[in-house]
Structures are given as structure tokens and as C-alpha cells.
């Protein structure tokens, strides 16, 4: 009888430990962030509170200056054109490797995964060593190629798990009545995986929207995206601006955050 | 599910548009400009990149590196240079010339070469400025004020972090005559082996406290964050924060160890004219100064000194007040040896 | 018409014949349809990723830039039988004659660079006997060369020549675990003053491991309270493990780089609140790598160990408390081992992801903090050392598939679950 009670009280203190603890993980979670971005709205330049006035000049230095608009320019350009290439190459891929009879899967599927594995200075490294003789270095080309390929394994990965839950008797259903193949993917399999194939291309895009370490390598000035930005404002001269910079990437954060729960819901499966 | 389908298919046809837009790189008529970036950059950004522009309707295309030549020789050896011109230090501007990396220099573009103060010409490189590497502190956060280097290796008395070039390059001077050598005999103890290892051993004396920056711009970056109590620096950097962010920071002159600073035409630039151009405009007699007025570096020309705002003058590295124990580096021990002691550098770096 | 039937007759008839050999082909056909769907990415990164990391891997054994700039040098000095004796008079007439062509040809630089990693110095004396070429008639080029340095007396000198005009060289590889070949020709450790790569690796593991484990300690009790709350909480909570997971990794590591600093938020905070009275040293040491790095790999232990945790009926747990089982036994002996897989999956991106960290360390690390890819971009960045790069990134390479496949087997590969 006393065990029992002891039991459930040290169950008790338990539950209230973990709730306890789990709160402090989560917030050292979002504490940086959220400390991080009233300072870009901070008057003066230092990064102390209390703040001295509210301003949104960090925000317009960091909006009118053409460093940082060519930065977001590149950013888009380079991580929209990445996720095309990443995205078309990827779904292809993962549609041929969900079939029951691919072949020699164990070792391809490993090397199309390998992108993600791979540390990513040996990636930027090679990526040297090859796109430089071929004049690919400080190109947005050469940036373009790499990061798609950084890409890929995000949407394979996303497709493959879409498509196994797909029922392939659908296709066969609509083969048998006459479809093509053209037919038979564009209206049957396609507006299964959409989802999936919309969520590998987001991993894709914020893969390349996040990426520096390949392009301090291969990318020159003209190829500046914001965190190569951010990456040589830090070690240059540290200003609000780029916390203000850090304030939007992080909103943008919260639209990707949405996009991705707003595409599971769509796809009936429970968030993350 | 349709409407979704449209706006992805737009989406990619618009990334694919966006990408043909991207493609073609730097045009014909811009000039790769690769310096040590940040405060150096934006003066001379002012004092010769836009009036450049301006003249000739070349546009500059500025890049940023921390010296050292590893970078060019990828380049030259893969037969893709993408830089036009670089600022250079003394030793790599003479080791780079040695190996080939860099483009002979027409005398012919600089006029009268007798008005370059000694020293100031190189077959490969002309000097751009005269600066020195010194020693910063903030005056807010120490009591007294250190006065030498003996000071900057004295951690009990002056206790806290120190700042240094990720560079055997004046650490090692320093080392020296912290440990009592006399300025003017630094490099013949240093070409030996015994005064190698007793600069390595000095400096690691003190490694626990140093935080390493690569940048110039770092350094000063450091002393404002208050993340070290002094730290070495570029003199000119130390300037521009004291006078544009208005940083209570210190200049300790003694032991300066300065430098010349160089233009030089790598081989294989793809734009080998316009870079010879900007060499002839930027050494000029009527241009050469104007650095000087916006980062505290001397012009390597004797007719451009009188020419030098005076407010300037007494922050120039060869100001009577702050040479009185400077040391010149000495450019050539560092051509010869600079791989081989680095490599030692780097390898005690990371022990 | 007739035609038609025909062909549908043979096909008949053909199937009649082997029924067997027909269902294989039409298979093959299948899996080769298949096959060819995944074709266009493989070519793609064969080209964008495959063969330079090839390539790269390579050049930790093959190098060609000293074969290449002295020939006749290094077919002679292949037959040389080595010290103490000095090569033939005929191997330095011609070296002299290379030396003079690789100049011309612009081959020198990258052999004087290739020889410098063996002998610092190697460089220069290259450039300083390239000089003085050519050699004055009369002269031998024996005599010459010693005139010009009495480092070409010396037989290591020529050694060293000898191993560098080697096409294929395990010595990169050596170095990258701090050995080499000797002068006797055995594989020795090289002296402990040149020793940095294998306490670069360990350091590397360490850090990677402490993060993990960090990690693990941090994110499970995290991830079980996310997989046992009602969803709305859950789901409510959860924002806190993702949004962070969207963040840039840059404003996550500018974000500790601005907190962290002696006169930052963090420390002020602490002397305010009377824990300390001086800033405490929090970044340029490891406090701050494992910091920054925990801050951002968390959220993929929390999400991979929820993933488990969310299958998993209460019901075991109840059950076992029902027969009398303690709750805090019932908790390890039923629930932990049913979310290995969780901890599996989560200690293993973690520690891959960590084990390839570079801007992290990078910015928020002091000089002894340097991971193994911060030396890789080094020896790319200011030595140009393709040979060491390449051999720092076979080891670092093996052992990330090593995980790997430790990881596919205990665990399986398919957990890797996006979204």
C-alpha cells in the first residue's frame, strides 16, 4: 500500500520534472531568437538591453543597401533555381526508385542520399577542384549546380515516402483503360505526391537559402547570398543590420514553418 | 489540387526564366578589385574606385581576402583567374612575382618612378600606401595604459584577452622583443633556429589568452565587443574606429612593425588593360594621396605627402612621434620563409 | 488484318513455347524503365558530386606535379638505389635541364609547392638553383648545383625528390595521421611537435559525441512530453522545436555570437542577477562550440525521437504498472527500449551532421577548437595542399560512412523521415 503511494507520488514529481525540464529546453530553443530581434529594433547600436528607443533604421540600412539587396536577389535566384532542377531530377528518381523492380537499390539509393551525409566541406572542396578548371567557380551557374545537388536527397526522401503510401493499382486501373503513361502520371500519381513533392522542394529551397559553406568556396562577390552576407558581416563589423536581417530570415522561417504544416494537412498525415 | 499545380508549373518556369537572366556573368568592362575589405575597402572605394568609375565608365567589382597567396595559385593552376588586381603584402607581392603568379610592371605606367620613396617599385607590383601593424586598447575598460610590447605579452598586469592576426607575421617580431630582443636585431635573431624557437616559445606564453581574427576588420570588431582587452591591429583601422564609430580606443606605437602595400596584375586577369589603367590612375601623383585622407596609411610618393590633409598627418605610421621604436618587416626574410614557418604556426595553432 | 493476327499469334505461340523466359524479359524491361527514371539524377550528380568527390579522394594518393615538371630527373632517380650514396652526375645534368624547362613550361611553382610539404624550404631552394640557370659552359652540372647550394650534396635532398616524382604517394595519408616515411624507408610518427591531425580527429569525435549525447539528454525528455501531451499542447509546443529548426543556422549562430560576447546579453544577465562578478569566458572556447551547436542540432533529436515516441501506446507502461511493476522501472524497462530507434535515429543525425561542422566552430571557437573540416578548408584556403585536403577528407569521409552503415544496420536508413 505505502509503495503504491510512494509510487505514485515519485510518478507525480516525475511528470512535474520533465514538464519543468522540457521548459527550459524549449525555451533555450527560442530564447537567442527571441532576444535577438527586438535588438534590431534598438536605437542605439550596441546589443544590450534595456532598449534605448524603438527604430526601424536597422531595417532600412539593411534594405537599401545594395549589398544586401543584391544578397537577397542572389538568395532567391540561385535558391529557386536550385530547387527546380532538384526538384525535377528528384521527383524523376524517386518515382523509378518506389518501383518494386528497381534495380541494385541498395546501392543506389545511398549514393542519391549522400548528398546529406557528405560533409559539406569535402562537397565544397571537390566542387573546387572540378568547377574551376571548367570556369564554374564565381558563376551563379557553378552555385546553382551545386546546391541543387545538395538538394536532391530532401526530395527523393519526401517523393519515396509519399509514393509508398500510394496504391499503384490506381495507375494500373488507369493504364488498363487506356491512359498513357504521360496521362496516367500527370493525372493520377501526380495529384497524390504534389504534397510530397511540394514539401522535398521547400527542404530543397531552404537548404540552398541557408547554405554558405560551398559558396565561400566556389562563389565569388557577384554571388553573395545572405548568409554569405551575414558570414562576412560578422567578421567584419557586426552592426544591428544584421540582426534586422536575422529578424526577417526568421519570419521567413515562420512562413516555411506554416507552408509545411498548411501541405501535411493537406496530405491527411499528422504534423511531422 | 489544379490550382496548386499551375502556380508550381509558374514557379518552375519562372526559377527557369530567372536563371537564364543569372546566367551571364561580370561583363566585359568591370575590374576585379581584391582587398583586405571592410574600412580599408570603403576608402579605397572613395578615394580611387568611384572617381575611376567615374572617368573611364569601368565599373569595379569589389572582393575581400586576408592575404597570402594560396588562393591565386588555385587559380593561376587551374587557368581560371577571376581576379583583375590585388592589394597585396610585401612578401607575397615579391614570392607571387617569384613564382610566376603575378604580371611584370611597366615602369612606364607609374611616370617618375624617382618620386616613389626607396624600395617602393617591384618588378611585379608598385607600393599603394605605407601602414604598420600595431597594438590596440580600449581606454574604458584598463586602468593604466599599457606602453609597450613587453606590456601586450603581460598578462598578470594586464590581465584579459589579446587579439592577433591568425599570421607568424609580427606575432613572432613581437615575441622577440617582448622577450628583450632590441628592435633593430628582431630578423637576425628570427633567420636563426634557436631565435625561431624562442619566439614560438614566448608567444606561448601567452596562447591560452589570444584570440585569433583572420580579417583586419575582426579587430577592431573584437575590441568594441569588449571580447579582448587589446588587441593587434592594422594602425588605419584603429583610426576609422576612433573616428567614424567613436571608440574610446588606444594606439600603443611602440614596436610598430610597418609595411608598404601593393597593387599587383595577376597573370592570367581577364582584363589585363583596364587593371593597368586603374595601376597608372590609382599611383598617380594627383590621386595617390587622397587614401590618406580617408584611412591614416601614407602615400608611398614624396610629392603626396604635402598633399595629405594635416589633421591626418600625426596618425601616419611614419609620424616622428609613433616611429620612435618602429621596425620595417622585413619583406624578403618573409618571402623566403613565410610557407615554412607558417606551416610551423599552424600546427601550433592547433596543438 | 491478317498480319495483325499473325503477330498476336506468334506472341501466343512464343508465350507457349517458355512461359518463363518471357515474364523475366518483360521484368527486366520493367526494372529497366524503372532504372531509367532514376537515370537523369544520377548523371547529374555523377557530374555535380560524384566525380569531384572522386576526384578529390584521389589526389590524397595521386600526384602528379613534380613527375610532370622533371621527367628525366625522376625517371633516373626511380632507378637510383637511394642513400648514402649521391645520384649519377648524369641525374643532376638533368635536373638541371628540367628545372630550366618546368620554369618556362610554368610547371615549377606547383612541384616547388609540393616539395615544400615535405621539406619547408624545398621552395626556395628550387627558385634560388632556377635562378642561376643556365649553367656556364664549361662547368659540370654536379659542381653547379653544389656551388649553388650544398643542399644538392646533401642524398635526403634527392630522397625527397626522389618520393615527391612518385605519381602515386601514400604520404599524404600518412600525414593525415600524423606519420611518415622515414629516412630508413619505414613508416615512423612524426616528431610530437608536428603532430596536429589525429588530435584533430579525436577532438573532432569528442565534440561531435558531447553534442549528442547533450543532445540526447536535453531533447528525449523534450520529445517525450511533445508524444504524450494532448495533441492541441502538443501541437502548440511544437512551434517552439520547429520554428527554430527553419531559422537560418546563420542567425542562430550570429544570435549565441551576440549573446555569448563579455559584454553581451547572456553575461549581463548573470551579473546582474549576482552569479558571477566578472564576464565569464562563454565564446572563442569550447564552451561556446558546444553551445552553438547543441542550439542547432537539437531540434532533430526532439523531432526524430517524437517521431517514435508518437507510436507508442501508453497501454505497455499501464499494463506493466498494473502487474505491480514500479512506474520508474516500468519507464526503463518498457518505454525506453521501445524508443532505441528514436534515440538510434537522433544520436546518429546529430553526431553525422556535427562530425561536418564547420561555421559553427568556426565562429564561435578559440585556436584549440579547430574541427577536422575547419583544417580541410585550411589546407584548401592557405596552402593549397590538394594532397592533404584530399587525404583529411578520406578519413573524415570513411568515417562518416562508417556511421553510416552502423547507423542502416542497428537502426535502418528508411527511418530518415522528412515532413
Known amino acids: 500500500m505505502s509503495t503504491e503511494t510512494t509510487a505514485v507520488l515519485s510518478e507525480r514529481i516525475a511528470h512535474r520534472g520533465v514538464r519543468v525540464f522540457s521548459a527550459a529546453v524549449l525555451v533555450f530553443l527560442v530564447a537567442p531568437i527571441l532576444i535577438i530581434v527586438p535588438l534590431s529594433f534598438n536605437q542605439s547600436s550596441y546589443f544590450s538591453y534595456p532598449l534605448t528607443g524603438l527604430t526601424l533604421g536597422w531595417y532600412e540600412l539593411v534594405l537599401g543597401s545594395p549589398e544586401w539587396r543584391m544578397a537577397i536577389l542572389n538568395s532567391f535566384v540561385i535558391g529557386l533555381s536550385a530547387t527546380a532542377i532538384a526538384t525535377a531530377l528528384g521527383t524523376l528518381a524517386a518515382i523509378g526508385i518506389s518501383r518494386p523492380s528497381f534495380p541494385l537499390r541498395g546501392v543506389i539509393v545511398p549514393i542519391l542520399i549522400a548528398p546529406m551525409i557528405i560533409p559539406i566541406v569535402v562537397v565544397a572542396v571537390s566542387l573546387y577542384l572540378v568547377f574551376a578548371p571548367l570556369g564554374l567557380t564565381n558563376t551563379h551557374s557553378g552555385v546553382i549546380l551545386a546546391h541543387a545537388a545538395l538538394g536532391t536527397p530532401f526530395v527523393v526522401i519526401t517523393v519515396t515516402a509519399r509514393l509508398m503510401a500510394f496504391d499503384t493499382t490506381l495507375s494500373r486501373a488507369a493504364a488498363s483503360l487506356g491512359a498513357t503513361p504521360w496521362e496516367v502520371f500527370r493525372r493520377v500519381m501526380l495529384p497524390q505526391i504534389l504534397p510530397g513533392v511540394a514539401t522535398g522542394s521547400i527542404f530543397a529551397f531552404a537548404t540552398s537559402f541557408d547554405e554558405v559553406v560551398v559558396i565561400l568556396f566556389i562563389g565569388g562577390t557577384e554571388q553573395r547570398t545572405i548568409p554569405r552576407q551575414m558570414w562576412a558581416g560578422i567578421r567584419d563589423q557586426i552592426n544591428p543590420g544584421i540582426l534586422a536581417m536575422a529578424g526577417l530570415l526568421t519570419v521567413f522561417a515562420v512562413v516555411l514553418f506554416l507552408l509545411i504544416g498548411w501541405l501535411q494537412g493537406r496530405s491527411g498525415a499528422p504534423a511531422r | 489540387m489544379f490550382n496548386v499545380l499551375k502556380s508550381s508549373r509558374r514557379m518552375l518556369l519562372m526559377a527557369t526564366g530567372v536563371m537564364a537572366l543569372a546566367a551571364p556573368a561580370v561583363a566585359a568592362d568591370t575590374l576585379t578589385v581584391v582587398t583586405f575589405g571592410g574600412s580599408f575597402e570603403s576608402a579605397v572605394d572613395k578615394a580611387f574606385f568611384v572617381p575611376f568609375t567615374a572617368k573611364t565608365g569601368t565599373n569595379i567589382v569589389k572582393e575581400d581576402y586576408d592575404g597570402g597567396l594560396a588562393k591565386l595559385r588555385g587559380m593561376v593552376e587551374a587557368g581560371n583567374t577571376t581576379w583583375d588586381l590585388i592589394d597585396m603584402e610585401t612578401n607575397d607581392a615579391i614570392a607571387g612575382c617569384d613564382e610566376g603568379l603575378l604580371q611584370k610592371l611597366d615602369p612606364k605606367l607609374l611616370g617618375d618612378t624617382s618620386d616613389f620613396i626607396p624600395g617602393a617599385v617591384l618588378p611585379c607590383a608598385v607600393a599603394s600606401m605605407v601602414w604598420s601593424t600595431i597594438y590596440a586598447y580600449d581606454t574604458t575598460r584598463l586602468t593604466t595604459a599599457p606602453t609597450t610590447i613587453g606590456d601586450f605579452f603581460d598578462v598578470t598586469k594586464f590581465p584579459g584577452k589579446r587579439g592577433m592576426r591568425k599570421s607568424p607575421k609580427v606575432a613572432l617580431e613581437w615575441a622577440l622583443i617582448a622577450d628583450g630582443v632590441p628592435v633593430k636585431d628582431v630578423y637576425k635573431v628570427l633567420g636563426t633556429p634557436e631565435g625561431l624557437d624562442r619566439a614560438f616559445k614566448k608567444l606561448s606564453t601567452i596562447k591560452s589568452q589570444v584570440v585569433f581574427w583572420d580579417a583586419g576588420a575582426q579587430a577592431a570588431q573584437l575590441l568594441a565587443d569588449g571580447a579582448v582587452s587589446m588587441t593587434m591591429a592594422y594602425n588605419g583601422r584603429i583610426r576609422v574606429a576612433q573616428q567614424q564609430d567613436k571608440r574610446p580606443f588606444a594606439i600603443v606605437w611602440d614596436g610598430q612593425v610597418y609595411d608598404y602595400e601593393w597593387w599587383a596584375i595577376p597573370k592570367g586577369a581577364k582584363d589585363t588593360d583596364a587593371a593597368k589603367q586603374f595601376v597608372s590612375y590609382a599611383s598617380g601623383p594627383d590621386t595617390i594621396w587622397k587614401l590618406s585622407n580617408y584611412i591614416a596609411y601614407a602615400p608611398p610618393r614624396k610629392s603626396a605627402v604635402p598633399q595629405v590633409d594635416k589633421a591626418v598627418l600625426p596618425y601616419l605610421p611614419l609620424a616622428p612621434d609613433n616611429f620612435k621604436n618602429g621596425l620595417q618587416i622585413d619583406a624578403q626574410f618573409w618571402a623566403d620563409n613565410f610557407d615554412s614557418i607558417n606551416n610551423r604556426f599552424t600546427t601550433w595553432l592547433s596543438q | ?419
Open chain 3, 1 to 419: 488484318m491478317s498480319a495483325r493476327e499473325a503477330t498476336a499469334l506468334d506472341g501466343v505461340r512464343s508465350r507457349t513455347v517458355d512461359p518463363r523466359a518471357g515474364y523475366r524479359a518483360a521484368q527486366r524491361r520493367e526494372s529497366m524503365r524503372a532504372f531509367l527514371l532514376a537515370v537523369p539524377l544520377l548523371i547529374f550528380l555523377a557530374m555535380t558530386f560524384i566525380v569531384p568527390i572522386g576526384k578529390l579522394l584521389i589526389m590524397s594518393v595521386k600526384t602528379d606535379e613534380v613527375a610532370n615538371a622533371v621527367p628525366k630527373t625522376a625517371a633516373l632517380l626511380a632507378r637510383w638505389p637511394g642513400p648514402p650514396a649521391l645520384p649519377s652526375r648524369q641525374t643532376f645534368e638533368a635536373l638541371a635541364a628540367d628545372l630550366q624547362a618546368a620554369q618556362d613550361g610554368g610547371t615549377l611553382a606547383s612541384a616547388a609547392r609540393r616539395l615544400n610539404t615535405y621539406e619547408p624550404g624545398f621552395r626556395s631552394l628550387l627558385l634560388k638553383t632556377v635562378r642561376q640557370m643556365p649553367i656556364a659552359e664549361g662547368e659540370q652540372a654536379d659542381e653547379a648545383l653544389l656551388r649553388i647550394d650544398r643542399r644538392w650534396g646533401e642524398p635526403e635532398t634527392w630522397r625527397l625528390l626522389g618520393r615527391a616524382a612518385h605519381r602515386w604517394t601514400p604520404d599524404f595519408l600518412l600525414t593525415a595521421m600524423d606519420h611518415r616515411v622515414g629516412v630508413s624507408g619505414a613508416i615512423e610518427p612524426v616528431e610530437p611537435s608536428q603532430a596536429i591531425y589525429v588530435g584533430a580527429f579525436v577532438r573532432t569525435f569528442a565534440i561531435s559525441a558531447s553534442v549528442a549525447l547533450i543532445c540526447l539528454v536535453l531533447g528525449y525528455p523534450v520529445a517525450f512530453l511533445l508524444a504524450t501531451l494532448p495533441a492541441r499542447q502538443s501541437n502548440f509546443l511544437m512551434i517552439f522545436v520547429i520554428v527554430p529548426f527553419w531559422t537560418s543556422l546563420l542567425v542562430r549562430t550570429t544570435a549565441w555570437y551576440v549573446l555569448l560576447q563579455p559584454n553581451g546579453v547572456f553575461n549581463a544577465l548573470l551579473i546582474r542577477s549576482g552569479l558571477t562578478t566578472a564576464p565569464m569566458a562563454l565564446m572563442f572556447n569550447r564552451t561556446g562550440v558546444l553551445i552553438g551547436m547543441t542550439h542547432v542540432l537539437l531540434p532533430f533529436m526532439i523531432l526524430a525521437n517524437y517521431a517514435v515516441m508518437r507510436g507508442i501506446s501508453p497501454a505497455y507502461q499501464r499494463a506493466a504498472v498494473s502487474l505491480g511493476a514500479h512506474p520508474a522501472l516500468a519507464f526503463l524497462r518498457i518505454y525506453v527500449p521501445l524508443t532505441l530507434p528514436g534515440i538510434g535515429t537522433g544520436a546518429f543525425l546529430v553526431f553525422v551532421l556535427a562530425l561536418g561542422y564547420y561555421i559553427t566552430p568556426a565562429l564561435l571557437g578559440g585556436a584549440g577548437d579547430e574541427m577536422i573540416s575547419q583544417l580541410v578548408a585550411l589546407q584548401m584556403d592557405r596552402q593549397l595542399n590538394w594532397g592533404l585536403a584530399g587525404a583529411l577528407s578520406v578519413y573524415l569521409v570513411v568515417f562518416t560512412l562508417a556511421v553510416y552503415v552502423v547507423f542502416n544496420r542497428l537502426v535502418g536508413i528508411d527511418r530518415l523521415r522528412l515532413g
